[in-house]
């Protein structure tokens, strides 16, 4: 993949990070699952994230430092898109929280630099 195609797969990371930023600003576990919308919004956010690392690809996302387990990314994006009826709502809002934000910063900086 060339490095242009690399470049707007990390803006869209920043772009879906920072959505789910602002969808989740105010928002703690209850107040999130109780809102569908923002359910929805986040759920798609995070598998639009999910595609674009996956269309990076493993060992280029690793050389650029993102810190993702590629596998379990992978493996969130198909079970959003194909088996979500099963998907457990504190997985999402945990991912959502703790790990998109490192993601973002990662994908961040390797714009930057």
Not at 31 to 45: F, I, P, Q
Request: glycine residues 4%.
């Amino acid at each position: 993949m060339s490095f242009d195609r690399i470049r707007t797969r990390l803006e869209h990371i920043v772009l879906y990070a920072d959505r789910i930023a602002g969808y989740l600003d105010g928002y703690d576990f209850d107040r999130y699952r109780a809102d569908v919308r923002t359910v929805d919004a986040v759920e798609r956010c995070i598998e639009r994230i999910a595609e674009a690392v996956v269309q990076i690809g493993a060992e280029p996302a690793a050389a650029l430092g993102l810190p993702v387990p590629f596998n379990d990314v992978r493996s969130l994006g198909n079970r959003l898109r194909h088996d979500y009826s099963r998907i457990d709502p504190h997985v999402i809002y945990d991912t959502a929280r703790r790990d998109i934000p490192a993601l973002r910063d990662a994908a961040q900086r390797a714009l930057d630099s």
